[in-house]
Structures are given as C-alpha cells and as structure tokens.
C-alpha cells in the first residue's frame, strides 16, 4: 500500500480452515482502498460473493485499529446439476480473509458504519474530534 501518512495493515493467519471442493485450504487478504478525508476515513474493497453480512466481522481492538474478517462461498456458476465438470482455471476468490488497519490517529468508533452492496463493501470511519484540524474562534 501506497502512503504518505502513518498507516499500518497486517495480515493474521489464525483463520479457520475452508477447504474448497478439491481440497485445499483457501484463504486470502482482500484489497482494499483507504481514503483519508478531512474528518473520516473510508476503506473500500470489491468482494465479489460477499452476501453474508452476518459472517462478516467488523471490529475494533482499540480506538485506532479496526479488524475485518468473513469468508466468501462462491456458487450459482450457472453449471447444470448432475453433471462433471473439471476446473481449468480458477481465479475469483474465495474462502476466508482477515486484515487489520491500524489508523494514526484515534477515531469515533461509536460512529463508524458500513454498507455493503453488489459486493463493495465500505466503511466509513470518522476521525475523533480531537484528531481534526479546526480553528478557533477568539470570543
């Protein structure tokens, strides 16, 4: 990830075991985007197959460090029921995935939300009030 500011991700391999139809265990870190705006962060990130809201874990371990985690089932690939098919090429991603971010400065996290439509899911994570640039008025 490309930064000018002190922002930190990490990886965590403690995931649950999926294993695909062949076998394998299947794991991934998503990629995500990360915005910083003047009083919010967004994180964004395409998760084709993502339905399931509530197998997916947003939370944070302290003010500045939030941790996302679920797992993506692929299926509906239009194949016809009964028959065989072997895979030449399997490229979409799937399985479970776990990344955290570690933010420079505090944020509200009673005001974080997050949406998660045709697959993009966003996070909107506004700065704490005393982590925003402000001027004050002399009175």
Same mark, same amino acid.
Request: glycine content about 10%.
């Given at each position: 990830? +490309?930064?000018?500011?002190? @922002?930190?991700? !990490? !990886? !965590? ?12 265990l299947?794991? @991934? +870190? ?29 939370? @944070?371990t302290?003010?500045? +460090? ?5 797992? /993506? ?25 776990? /990344? ?14 997050? !949406?998660l ?6 996070? @909107? ?10 001027? /004050?008025?002399?009175?």
């Amino acid at each position: 990830m +490309t930064s000018g500011h002190d @922002f930190q991700t !990490t !990886t !965590t391999t403690n995931l649950p075991p999926y294993r695909g139809p062949d076998g394998a265990l299947e794991t @991934f +870190t998503p990629a995500f985007d990360v915005f910083d705006g003047a009083h919010e962060y967004i994180l964004a990130a395409e998760l084709p197959g993502l339905r399931d809201k509530e197998q997916t874990v947003i939370e @944070f371990t302290d003010a500045r +460090t939030v941790s996302i985690r679920g797992r /993506i089932e692929l299926g509906g690939d239009g194949l016809a029921a009964g028959q065989s098919y072997k895979v030449l090429v399997r490229e979409r991603r799937r399985g479970w995935f776990e /990344i955290d971010f570690a933010f420079p400065g505090p944020l509200d996290v009673e005001a974080v939300r997050a !949406t998660l439509e045709y697959g993009l899911l966003r996070i @909107f994570a506004p700065k704490a009030a005393e982590a925003w640039p402000r001027r /004050i008025q002399i009175q």
